[in-house]
């Protein structure tokens, strides 16, 4: 069975850094696109960044040089690294499997709070 | 930017009953685009993919149509579990970047 887990979430200070990973499983990892969306409480979905199977990364400008996707293929995971997180990056953060340029296994979420 | 517009926000419709779901991008995007179900409490699931693709396991009464800037997802006979919000998302060919519309909710009459 294809899954996708999701850990790292928790509450951060505005101004914080916070890493998420995501645990693949029941696919060849390597072999395809990953993306990290989220959603903020009653809103619509954001797309937050992507990473290629050959490591090239691409990001909206609400997040570029804040945040950082990356990939670990022998293990398996997905990660997102968040600096300078402000309160509108509260959000369920979703690690979602690429396949011709949709996404078409998603996690369960993890939620980020960025509050003092 | 490509804009996504999704109408109405909010489709009252009976079961059994068709609903039919407007999706428009601000610039063409081709055939590159998505639908996606989500429940509430649950991550997306995708429904349809390049346009009028229906994805693995999604239901014949799901159908998706348009190119261009025009897309249209229909449900032909709206069962229980079908009561949910539709999100549309197009794919930009370069530089790489998705783009989600805002949701139609699905809601019982």
């Known amino acids: 069975e294809v899954q996708l887990v999701e850990s790292g979430g928790g509450l951060v200070q505005p101004g914080g850094s916070l890493r998420l990973s995501c645990a693949a499983s029941?696919?060849?990892?390597?072999?395809?696109?990953m993306h990290w969306v989220r959603q903020a409480t009653g809103k619509g979905l954001e797309w937050v960044s992507a990473?290629?199977?050959?490591?090239?990364?691409y990001y909206p400008g609400s997040v570029k040089g804040r945040f950082t996707i990356s990939r670990e293929n022998a293990k398996n995971s997905l990660y997102l690294q968040m600096n300078s997180l402000r309160a509108g990056d509260t959000a369920v953060y979703y690690c979602?499997?690429?396949?011709?340029?949709?996404?078409?296994?998603w996690g369960k979420g993890t939620t980020v709070t960025v509050s003092s | 930017e490509i804009v996504m517009t999704q109408s109405p926000a909010t489709l009252s419709v009976s079961p059994g009953e068709r609903a039919t779901l407007s999706c428009r991008a601000s610039?063409?995007?081709?055939?590159?685009l998505a639908w996606y179900q989500q429940k509430p409490g649950q991550a997306p699931r995708l429904l349809i993919y390049g346009a009028s693709t229906r994805a693995t396991g999604i239901p014949a009464r799901f159908s998706g149509s348009g190119s261009g800037t025009e897309f249209t997802l229909t449900i032909s006979s709206l069962q229980s579990e079908d009561f949910a919000v539709y999100y549309c998302q197009q794919y930009n060919n370069w530089p790489p970047l998705w783009t989600f519309g805002q949701g139609t909710k699905v809601e019982i009459k």
């Open positions: 979602a499997k690429g396949t011709l340029h949709v996404m078409d296994v």
């Open positions: 610039q063409s995007v081709s055939s590159n």
């Open positions: 990473i290629g199977t050959a490591g090239d990364t």
């Open positions: 029941g696919f060849t990892f390597s072999s395809y696109d």
